[in-house]
Every structure is written in C-alpha cells, then in structure tokens.
C-alpha cells in the first residue's frame, strides 16, 4: 500500500524558535496533501490543505502565518511552526492522496512536537 | 458545521464481536464513509470504506443503512492488539469538508 513519512517522529524545542516538519508520501505522487493536529485524547482536527504549486488553503482558526504550509513537489510538504509557544505543543499528523478521491487518504506517522 | 458523533469508549473480551456506530447525519451526498483504527503516537490506519449497505474485507465488515445517516463498523472477533481508538471519516454536506468523528476508545480484555 502507499506510504507516508514524517520526520522527525518528535522534537524538542525552546520557546520562540521555528520548527520544520516533513510529510513525504514514498511510492505515489500526493496531489494534494493535508496537515492535522490532535490534541491528547482528540481527535484529528484538520489544519490546512495543500496542493502542490499552490498556496495551502487554511481552515478557520488556524494562523497560516504561524503554520507555514509549503508544498514544493508532489512527493514533499512541510509544516514550520514559527515563534512556537508551549500551546503549539501538540501531535501533527500529515496525510496525502493521489487522487481528487480527497477520503483516499494514506496517513503518516506523526510528529510529537513539545515547545519548552 | 455538523458534528460526526461516536461513543467516547468501549469495552469488550477477546472473541467478541464489536460493533462501533457513527452519527454523521449531515453527510455530504457523494462521499465515502471511512473507518481508521489509532494507536497512540501513531497516524491513523484505514481499516474499511463504503458508500452504501455493507462491505466487508478480512478485518472488519460495515454497515451502512440508506438514509446513510450513521454507519457501524463490526469487528468479527477482537483480540488484545485491536485495543485502540476507531474514528470514521465523512464528508459534511454543508461545506464538503472531511470531518473526523470524536473517535471511540475501544479497550479489548484478555
């Protein structure tokens, strides 16, 4: 079946400093790619979603100056958490499909992110 | 934005069967209903999808009546590893968005 990574799987850092996330889908090429965040015991809220070549389109409530979305190739989006904060701390979970099918989703594995 | 609705939690013994419902009595129209089973600190893994009446695969079957306004996922006979959190996925028919359910903690006794 497709697969999906994500790296780092978890990360530490201070706050104020910036963090990069990496979604790859490893076998297909992803038109379109989504970002998630779930807090403990939640479930999946969705961030924004990204087409390659195009801005991502943000869902209401997310600052997409604070999560930059940037989707350069149809293998390859990246989530950056800027001037993170303690409350950014939160499981990030990326998706991608192949298809317009957007509930043909393959899911990667995750990022535990945690802002000291 | 309506809200797809789960039991927070389940119990069951090994061999049982389970069957988990979602409410999504506002789904979009042409969309599938998806099922994902969660481990913790893990992505989402499908376990099944559907449109309409009843799919099965080695894993699981579901169930999904016409109005399509809820759909029941059966787990066959659970073991100690399918101790996790299911989510269903659907469209919402105002705003044809992907919603995830609350989620259903389902915790299988030896």
């Known amino acids: 079946g497709a697969v999906v990574s994500q790296h780092p799987s978890r990360v530490i850092c201070k706050s104020g400093t910036s963090v990069k996330i990496e979604c790859r889908s490893l076998?297909?090429?992803?038109?379109?790619m989504f970002w998630y965040r779930q807090f403990p015991k939640k479930s999946l809220m969705l961030m924004a979603t990204?087409?390659?070549?195009?801005?991502?389109?943000?869902e209401q409530g997310v600052e997409k100056d604070k999560f930059l979305i940037n989707h350069a190739s149809l293998t390859l989006s990246t989530l950056t958490v800027t001037s993170a904060h303690p409350e950014d701390s939160s499981f990030y979970i990326c998706?991608?499909?192949?298809?317009?099918?957007?509930?043909?989703?393959?899911f990667g594995p995750g990022t535990r992110l945690t802002v000291t | 934005l309506a809200k797809t609705t789960q039991p927070i939690s389940m119990d069951s013994y090994e061999g049982q069967e389970v069957n988990i419902t979602c409410s999504h009595n506002n789904i979009a129209t042409n969309d599938y209903i998806t099922w994902y089973q969660q481990f913790p600190s893990q992505g989402p893994r499908f376990i099944i999808q559907?449109?309409?009446t009843k799919v099965t695969n080695e894993v699981a079957s579901l169930f999904i009546p016409a109005d399509r306004k809820s759909s029941t996922l059966s787990l066959p006979r659970v073991s100690l590893s399918d101790t996790a959190v299911y989510y269903c996925l659907v469209g919402d028919g105002d705003t044809d968005k992907l919603i995830f359910g609350t989620g259903t903690r389902l915790q299988v006794f030896p």
């Open positions: 559907g449109y309409k």
């Open positions: 998706s991608a499909t192949e298809s317009v099918k957007a509930y043909e989703q393959y």
């Open positions: 990204s087409n390659e070549g195009s801005k991502a389109t943000y």
């Open positions: 076998d297909f090429q992803a038109t379109t």
